[in-house]
């Protein structure tokens, strides 16, 4: 049962995008968009290039990001700024989430591959500002990307997070397998459940599941 296998869970740590919120809003749509017109305009590729880039560098470094930094030397910042300028309307509030979240005992988290100003303007969206008690993005690793352990490392570091008493909540496994060598506890929160010895739990409703755990 959940509320037992988290019961000695003092901090929580959230991805962002299709975890704090569902991927049925479409929001990280608009972010690939612009990934892919960045990557044109960054490489003076077309469409068609750029958009095969930006899957390859995803699956291949963890992020567009990390491949563009990686293979062309690109400016992290100024990409950032730039693929995060989104409409956050089709974000709506959930008042149940926010108090489940809320309830967890110990420390609340997000940490994203995104940008933290990012991150704060989709929690304000999702009614979540003011919630959590830190909000890492990409640059608090030093731009590198989950699931790199070395990105982890910093970002745990710089909290002072303990992970032998941490839970991780992902959409991405990829994501999960470091925190799960850690010691943390993993939830993929997925539509499709994952098989695999790194996840301890899989949901497709994270209000849903917070509720079972706080019990």
Same mark, same amino acid.
């Given at each position: ?11 929580? &740590?959230? +991805? /962002? #995008?299709?975890?704090? *919120? ?6 990280? =749509?608009?972010?690939? %968009? ?36 990686? &293979?062309? +030397? /690109? #400016?992290?910042?100024? *990409? ?6 989104? =409409?956050?309307?089709? %974000? ?40 959590? #008690? ?82």
């Amino acid at each position: 049962m959940p509320a037992e296998f988290f019961r000695d869970t003092r901090a929580w &740590v959230f +991805d /962002l #995008d299709n975890t704090l *919120y569902p991927p049925h809003m479409r929001l990280f =749509d608009q972010i690939e %968009l612009r990934m892919t017109a960045y990557v044109m305009n960054s490489l003076k590729v077309d469409a068609a290039e750029a958009n095969r880039l930006r899957k390859l560098y995803w699956a291949e470094y963890g992020t567009t990001l990390a491949g563009l930094m990686a &293979v062309h +030397d /690109l #400016d992290p910042e100024p *990409y950032l700024v730039d693929v995060h300028d989104i =409409d956050f309307s089709v %974000l709506s509030p959930d008042a149940d989430l926010r108090a489940r979240i809320a309830a967890l005992p110990g420390r609340r988290i997000v940490y994203t591959n995104g940008s933290a100003p990012y991150a704060a303007k989709v929690l304000e969206a999702r009614g979540l500002s003011g919630l959590f #008690d830190a909000i890492y993005g990409v640059e608090h690793a030093d731009y590198r990307p989950k699931p790199e352990a070395a990105a982890f490392a910093r970002v745990f570091q710089r909290d002072g997070l303990s992970p032998a008493g941490a839970a991780m909540f992902e959409d991405d496994p990829r994501n999960l397998s470091v925190p799960h060598v850690l010691g943390m506890r993993t939830v993929h929160v997925a539509p499709d459940r994952l098989e695999a010895a790194h996840i301890h739990h899989h949901t497709d409703d994270l209000s849903g599941f917070l509720a079972r755990l706080l019990g």
